[in-house]
Every structure is written in structure tokens, then in C-alpha cells.
Nanobody, 122 residues
Framework: VQLVESGGGSVQAGGSLRLSCTAPGYTATERCMGWFRQAPGKEREKVARRNIVSGGSDDADFVEGRFTVSLDPDKNTVYLQMNSLKPEDTAIYYC?????????????????WGQGTQVTVS
């Protein structure tokens, strides 16, 4: 599946952004959808994930309830709603997915990646 992110941009601290990830037919072909990020000079890190099959979700400790992953199958889109943004949230955000043939949804199981979208918080 091809993943295409959008919705990044610049925002002041305390503000909100909603990132979108378009993935045609993902509910039929993917097991999990997730978001990762990579800040300058740092390794890529997990942000949040949603299991399409079980409905479960979880996120990284730093999220602290500020980010939410939601699914809109009718629009072939997955969203990452980010509230109460902090300067340390500045990064390139990537959408990723785990194909159905992978029988689990671990953070290391994500196989398909989008090109990323820049989020800058000042």
C-alpha cells in the first residue's frame, strides 16, 4: 500500500495540528497503522499506533494523552490529531503500516512508509 502524508506545518507552542495519511484500501490490506517521527540529529521514534483488526491502540510515553490516532475508512485516511504541541515535538512525522500477512503489530513490524511531513513547533 502506498502511504501519503499531509497536514504538516508550523505552529506555536500549545497549538494543534492534524496530520493525514492517505492509504487506499488499508482496512483490507493492513493490520496496523502508526505514526513515527524523526527530529534533526536523532533516531526515528515511535509515536502512536492503531490495530485495525483488534481496535486497540497505544502510544509513546511522551504523548501524555496529547495525540490521537483515528481511522476514516470511507476516506482511506488515517489521522494523527496533535494537541498541546511543544517545541520538542518538532520533527518529520511518518505514517507507516503493518501488512495483514504479518501476524502481529509490534513497533518493529511496520513495513510500509510514507515520505514524511514536517512539523515545526516554536
Amino acid at each position: 500500500v502506498q502511504l501519503v502524508e499531509s497536514g504538516g506545518g508550523s505552529v506555536q507552542a500549545g497549538g494543534s495540528l492534524r496530520l493525514s495519511c492517505t492509504a487506499p484500501g488499508y482496512t483490507a490490506t493492513e493490520r496496523c497503522m502508526g505514526w513515527f517521527r524523526q527530529a534533526p540529529g536523532k533516531e526515528r521514534e515511535k509515536v502512536a499506533r492503531r490495530n485495525i483488526v483488534s481496535g486497540g491502540s497505544d502510544d509513546a510515553d511522551f504523548v501524555e494523552g496529547r495525540f490521537t490516532v483515528s481511522l476514516d475508512p470511507d476516506k482511506n485516511t488515517v489521522y494523527l490529531q496533535m494537541n498541546s504541541l511543544k517545541p520538542e515535538d518538532t520533527a518529520i512525522y511518518y505514517c507507516a503500516s503493518v501488512p495483514r500477512y504479518v501476524g502481529r503489530c509490534g513497533w518493529n513490524d511496520f513495513r510500509n512508509w510514507g515520505q514524511g511531513t514536517q512539523v515545526t513547533v516554536s
